[in-house]
Each structure stands twice: as C-alpha cells, then as structure tokens.
C-alpha cells in the first residue's frame, strides 16, 4: 500500500507561479514512476508530467517549458513546479505512484485567475 498527500494548490493570478508538493508514504519501495494528472469537472483527467525513479521526465505539450517535475527519493516527495500559469490550467491536481497497481492523492486545487 502506498498513500499519497499532496499539497501545495491554491488561487494565484495568472502568469504567477505554485509548487505543488506530493509526499509519499507506505511501500514505497515499490514504486517506479510518480506523477501529476489534472481534472476540470465535467472533463476527464488528463496527464500533466511523470518522473522514473531515476529521474527521466515526460510532460504534457500543454505544459512543457512552464512546469517541472522533480523527485526527492530520500523524501519519497514528488513536485511540481508551475510558472506561468494560465486560466486553463485551473483544475484539480492528482498525484499519482505506480507499481504494479495505480495509486492516488486527494487532489489539490490550483486555481489561476485571468
């Protein structure tokens, strides 16, 4: 089992910045890839950016050159830096820890004001 928490969301205006934090807890050993998915309701949740246990990331063309993932593994924490950040970025964000079974955070909400 493997329990997510993540922090970090908020209103910001846009152009601002937020760093989500996602703290990980449980087996986490087993966990491979970390990352970020984000909901607006109404719409289904998409991927924003992902990191390998060894530090390889992947993100979303929506989002690439603004946001940056990183790892801490001493800390088993994920982050997600945002800058820049537009309207359409406002939604839910998710993190998420892979092993052999998805698991997920409660979601915090990033709100960005035009």
């Known amino acids: 089992q493997v329990q997510l928490v993540e922090s970090g969301g908020g209103l910001v205006q846009a152009g601002g910045s937020l760093r989500l934090s996602c703290a990980a807890s449980g087996s986490t050993f087993s966990i491979n890839i970390m990352d970020w998915h984000r909901q607006v309701p109404g719409k289904q949740r998409e991927f924003v950016a992902s990191i390998t246990s060894d530090g390889r990331t992947n993100y979303a063309d929506s989002v690439k050159g603004r946001f940056t993932i990183s790892r801490d593994n001493a800390k088993n924490t994920v982050y997600l830096q945002m800058s820049s950040l537009k309207p359409e970025d406002t939604a839910v964000y998710y993190c998420?820890?892979?092993?052999?079974?998805?698991?997920w955070g409660q979601g915090t909400q990033v709100t960005v004001a035009s």
């Open positions: 998420n820890a892979r092993t052999v079974i998805w698991y």
